[in-house]
């Protein structure tokens, strides 16, 4: 009887210990933040802002680069599959029917392509901070969506610089690579991840209203960037041999597209969230270093 009831307590405490784990508390947190409607929204959100966000990319990148837009939608092909390139370079190709540059309505387009590439990163920001629960500092009214419209806006500058950062660093690292004998796949992974990990991590500590310090945000954002390419390869694979896009017909190409963005989301999303609990933990004094 007595073994039993020894039993019985080791269970319940082995339960307990598990509730309390690192992994049961961010798989409840991540239920309690809706991630998963969070990362729907946003991927509609981004599905609507496509050709504005891709246009001001572009017009910011071909300054520097001359075959950015090639090199663009190759890693669309690469992440998403041909389906997925197809739709998002109609997307911008039709949108990018604009008047002379110079022109009054090529300025006003300009405007509007700016403040509908905003929509997406102020859904970003107000996402991010329901997950790292920072206060509502935000105005009401009109000032308020001033207010957010400009941080988006700003977040669209800052993050496009770090893409035309990034493509030029890949860019070059990539000449050293050709040079070397073999194992070129592994080098290319290896700057994808640094380079991932480095925008993930900045978007973690800039974006929320309370921010991780510099060393968390970054360890969160090289995890995020691990997930990231491990879902790359897995959902490609996916895509590859469920042929999703096939049963959609015409609209494949976008559904495609749209699942891409939505597991794009969902790991970001989770990454953040990591960030945030481990800042949580340090803050407490549950953990000096979460790693």
């Known amino acids: 009887m007595a073994s039993k009831r020894a039993a019985i307590a080791w269970a319940k405490g082995m339960l307990e210990r598990l509730r309390n784990s690192f992994p049961a508390r961010v798989a409840a947190r991540f239920s309690d933040t809706y991630i998963l409607s969070i990362s729907a929204s946003i991927s509609f959100y981004t599905l609507l802002s496509l050709a504005p966000l891709v246009l001001l990319l572009l017009w910011g990148t071909t300054f520097l680069l001359p075959a950015a837009k090639d090199e663009f939608f ?10 997925a390139k ?8 039709n949108a990018s029917a604009t008047p002379d540059t110079g022109s009054m309505a090529a300025v006003l387009g300009g405007l509007v392509l700016l403040f509908g590439a905003s929509i997406v990163f102020a859904q970003l920001q107000q996402a991010l901070n329901r997950i790292f629960r920072a206060e509502n500092q935000a105005l009401g009214g009109v000032l308020g969506f001033l207010r957010k419209r400009l941080i988006g ?111 794009s989301a969902i790991v970001f999303f989770s990454g953040a969230l990591m960030t945030a609990m481990f800042d949580e933990m340090r803050k407490q004094g549950r953990a000096a270093q979460p790693w």
């Open 74 to 83: 190759k890693q669309i092909d690469m992440l998403a599959g041909p389906e």
């Open 153 to 263: 806006m700003g977040v669209v500058f800052g993050l496009g610089f770090l893409i035309v950062v990034s493509m030029i660093a890949h860019a070059v690292l990539q000449l050293v690579i050709d040079q070397l004998p073999g194992g070129t796949t592994v080098y290319s992974t290896l700057i994808a991840f640094v380079l991932y990990g480095l925008v993930f991590g900045t978007v973690y500590h800039v974006l929320p209203d309370r921010p991780a310090g510099w060393k968390l945000s970054m360890a969160g954002g090289f995890i995020t960037a691990a997930l990231f390419l491990v879902g790359r390869w897995a959902i490609g694979l996916y895509l590859g041999h469920a042929a999703l896009g096939s049963a959609y017909g015409p609209a494949g190409g976008l559904v495609v597209l749209l699942v891409w963005i939505y597991y």
């Open 86 to 93: 197809n739709t998002a370079q109609m997307i911008v190709d």
